[in-house]
């Protein structure tokens, strides 16, 4: 198995979306893992929230499809959606090729930034992957 990245900077949920700081005050980037992309296999569609949308954490936002399956996007932290990834839409290959860089998903004003606080940060993380069986 190929060694998977987890930046040391982000938070990751259970469902395997990370979560990083924006610089913006309660405003968070959100993708998913680069566990989640290599366990999806090559990405075909991307479907996301819409620029204005609440979300609620540990709720489906969104899905990915990929060449084996479709996966659902659920939301690591609840707020309005202000920035979706446009870019990721139109060429849904990039969640394999940079999930932490060009192929980030969406980005949430949240409206409780203690969950975020809740998240994993790439330690745990890791080992929660582990046990999984990766």
């Known amino acids: 198995m190929a060694q998977l990245d987890f930046p040391a900077d982000l938070k990751y ?3 395997h979306e990370w979560v990083a ?3 913006q005050d309660a405003v968070v980037r959100v993708g998913i893992s680069d566990f989640a992309q290599d366990s999806l296999g ?3 569609f991307v479907d996301l929230p819409a620029v204005g949308d609440t979300i609620t954490a540990d709720e489906t936002c969104g899905e990915i499809e990929s060449t084996k399956s479709v996966s659902n996007v659920v939301a690591p932290v609840s707020g309005e959606v202000v920035t979706v990834n446009d870019e990721v839409v139109e060429t849904p290959e990039t969640v394999n ?7 980030w998903l969406f980005e949430v004003r949240m409206s409780s930034p203690a969950e975020a606080d809740a998240l994993m940060d790439a330690d745990t993380y890791s080992q929660e992957v582990e046990s999984e069986g990766a």
Do not use: E, Q
């Not at 090729?97 to 192929?103: F, K, Q, R, T, V």
């Open 13 to 15: 949920s259970r469902d």
């Open 21 to 23: 700081g924006t610089g």
């Open 42 to 44: 090559d990405v075909v």
């Open 97 to 103: 090729s940079d999930p932490y860089g060009a192929g």
